[in-house]
């Protein structure tokens, strides 16, 4: 079946760090793939998403290629705000007659100043 | 615009008691999603709606658990005989396509269901 794999949090950073969190895959077909990010007391909301292979997904300084030859969609900012400290999910949209997105378990990121 | 609501907010029931959670989906949206989110872990699917049509009811845990948006708006997720491990944040989303998973979804703040 299909599945996520997302490295383990909290991930603490300093302000301007360089960010990735590591996102792999399992999915039959040709998926979509998602970064949600949860900000503290607000709902998910969708950061940025590629549906084919060598798309990269971009929003708000974040950056996500997606590497079918790895299977993975990592997600990078090259300099995180406080403002960025939240949870982010990857997930994926295998289709095939399937309507549900899988999604990964999370990673805690904190930002200090 | 106004976002997708979901209430109660907060919800605790004791064991065996049956519990009704609605969501307000965005205005227009044809598509809605229930999820169950456990603590510290990624939402997992359990139904989908086109409309009032329930296309989708495979991540369902048992049959105490049941779905429904009769005028294909308004949706309700009810679970009966609540147990302990139906505790967890029960999360609604919308989208404005018949796309499925594929198109953005749009997340209400969640119910967080105790169950004692």
């Known amino acids: 079946g299909n599945s996520v794999t997302q490295m383990e949090g909290p991930v603490t950073l300093s302000e301007e760090a360089f960010l990735t969190i590591n996102c792999t895959y399992t999915?039959?077909?040709?998926?979509?793939l998602f970064w949600y990010v949860q900000y503290p007391g607000e709902g998910l909301q969708l950061l940025l998403k590629?549906?084919?292979?060598?798309d990269k997904g971009s929003n708000k300084g974040f950056e996500a290629t997606y590497r079918k030859e790895t299977t993975s969609f990592h997600l990078e900012k090259g300099s995180v705000q406080v403002s960025d400290s939240a949870v982010y999910f990857c997930a994926l949209y295998s289709g095939a007659g399937s309507y549900q997105l899988t999604f990964g378990k999370g990673t805690k990121l904190s930002v200090i100043p | 615009g106004a976002g997708v609501s979901q209430s109660p907010r907060y919800k605790v029931a004791k064991r065996g008691q049956d519990v009704a959670l609605r969501c307000d989906p965005i205005s227009g949206h044809v598509s809605l999603f229930w999820y169950q989110q456990a603590l510290g872990q990624g939402p997992e699917f359990l139904t989908y709606?086109?409309?009032?049509?329930?296309?989708?009811k495979s991540g369902l845990p048992s049959d105490r658990f049941f779905a429904e948006r009769p005028e294909g708006s308004v949706s309700t997720l009810k679970i009966q005989r609540t147990q302990q491990e139906d505790s967890a944040v029960y999360l609604c989303?919308?989208?404005?396509?018949?796309?499925?998973?594929?198109?953005?979804?749009?997340f209400g703040p969640g119910t967080r269901l105790t169950v004692l």
């Open positions: 590629a549906t084919k292979a060598d």
């Open positions: 709606f086109q409309n009032e049509a329930q296309l989708d």
């Open positions: 989303a919308s989208s404005s396509t018949l796309a499925g998973g594929r198109d953005t979804q749009y």
């Open positions: 999915a039959t077909g040709y998926p979509s």
